[in-house]
């Protein structure tokens, strides 16, 4: 156990006058007590995050206080903060309180985040008309009551990892909410008051229980929506969900932690990939089809049709065999060989730089292919025509100038500088 010295601090503060002090870090000090923090009149700023505190009411003469934080110590109980009415940022998040009714008379306060603990219920918070930043995730509160009725200035609220199964119209108030997250909960549907919530700009809503696209509706009106999470949710598994959200919400930028334009893309690829295939197999099956024995030269060929078939039958006639060619080339050494590989990798080269060729043509075509094929393939052009229109999808593109993307960030509301929080900046949440 380790008590704090009014003399150390005023020793490493160069001062012999406590008034003179507005701002003190005691941070991993293995601190228990701080009682002795009462002499310092004018502290307006105090962090005492990660010591051995079980109590706060050492605190109650520091009157001036605007900022505190006692974040990760061994507290049970906010007792001793009561009585600091111009605090407004309270930052007492992972410790082992159960209760929160201490702060219902910081009418000042405009951010308390009481993350990470034992809460069980929300108090009634009429009085904080500046309240803008709540973080009350990851403790076992399953309903809201009629808690936030009367709180309207609220930007940022942080309910996850809590036992809600629903939020009705506990919410109905909270106009200005710009960050909603509910992740992590029991939810099953979304109320029609959410529908109020016109200047939301990020919702997660991942990790619940809703599965149906009807619940989803009620969002339309969100115009400013820009990021919202589904992922764990039953309804995250329907088909054609994206297109769906995207139609709903036209200004939506990031969906499910993952900027929608990727998800685009790689949709797009996926589907480019499942076509590939399938033509690949549709080649096969017509080769497999065509590649009927074919009769000896000395037996007459009747009832033919088919011309393919006919010009398959003679150009094989008129070609030499490939033991012919291979005979051949030994006969004159390696140089039809190397002529033969050129020619090959740079027909290849040519395909597949080539922004013009079809996804299929660097698989059918090569300078090395069978006469035959290329006739039958000249013959079923107009076979493949559905083929190549799908494929410009996937056609190798020409190089192109990198377009500079709007940055999205997919992580949904953390918290990490509290200071900010009070004063309404920008929040990145960890709760």
């Known amino acids: 156990m380790t008590a704090l010295s009014s003399k150390k601090i005023l020793q490493e503060k160069n001062t012999s006058d406590p008034n003179s002090i507005t701002s003190l870090t005691l941070t991993h000090k293995a601190l228990s007590d701080v009682s002795c923090l009462g002499e310092f009149k004018n502290l307006e700023r105090l962090d005492l995050g990660f010591n051995n505190l079980t109590s706060l009411e050492g605190l109650k003469s520091c009157r001036n206080l605007k900022w505190l934080s006692v974040i990760q110590n061994k507290l049970q109980s906010l007792k001793g903060i009561d009585g600091l009415s111009r605090l407004t940022v309270l930052n007492a998040g992972k410790n082992k309180i159960k209760s929160m009714d201490e702060v219902k008379s910081l009418s000042s306060l405009r951010a308390l985040i009481l993350n990470d603990n ?84 990020n919702l997660d809503l991942g990790n619940n229980l809703i599965a149906n696209w009807s619940n989803l509706k009620v969002l339309s009106s969100l115009v400013d929506l820009t990021n919202l999470n589904l992922q764990g949710n039953p309804i995250a598994e329907k088909e054609n969900l994206l297109k769906k959200v995207k139609k709903l919400l036209p200004n939506l930028h990031v969906f499910n932690a993952r900027p929608i334009d990727k998800i685009a893309a790689k949709e797009v690829h996926e589907k480019a990939a499942d076509f590939s295939v399938e033509a690949g197999n549709k080649l096969n099956r017509r080769n497999k089809n065509s590649s009927t024995a074919y009769p000896s030269d000395n037996v007459e060929i009747t009832n033919i049709s088919d011309k393919r078939m006919k010009k398959k039958l003679k150009l094989q006639q008129d070609t030499p065999s490939e033991f012919d060619v291979k005979s051949d080339a030994v006969g004159k050494g390696k140089d039809l060989d190397k002529k033969s590989s050129k020619m090959t990798k740079e027909g290849r080269v040519n395909i597949i730089d080539s922004a013009e060729a079809p996804f299929m043509d660097p698989y059918v075509t090569g300078a090395s292919e069978d006469p035959s094929d290329a006739a039958d393939k000249k013959l079923d052009r107009k076979m ?23 940055a999205v960030n997919p992580a949904m509301l953390e918290v990490s500088q509290v200071d900010e929080i009070g004063l309404g900046g920008t929040s990145a949440w960890d709760a």
């Open 384 to 406: 493949d025509q559905a083929i190549d229109a799908v494929s410009v999808l996937v056609t190798y593109p020409t190089k192109k100038k990198n377009k500079r993307k709007h």
């Open 118 to 201: 034992e809460i069980i219920s929300v108090c009634k918070l009429d009085q904080m008309k500046e309240l803008n930043t709540l973080v009350l995730s990851r403790n076992p509160i399953s309903s809201l009551g009629e808690s936030l009725v009367k709180v309207k200035s609220i930007t940022k609220l942080s309910l996850s990892n809590c036992q809600l199964q629903k939020v009705d119209s506990s919410l109905r108030s909270c106009l200005e909410l710009k960050e909603l997250r509910l992740a992590h909960n029991e939810i099953m549907t979304i109320p029609s008051e959410f529908g109020n919530f016109v200047k939301l700009q």
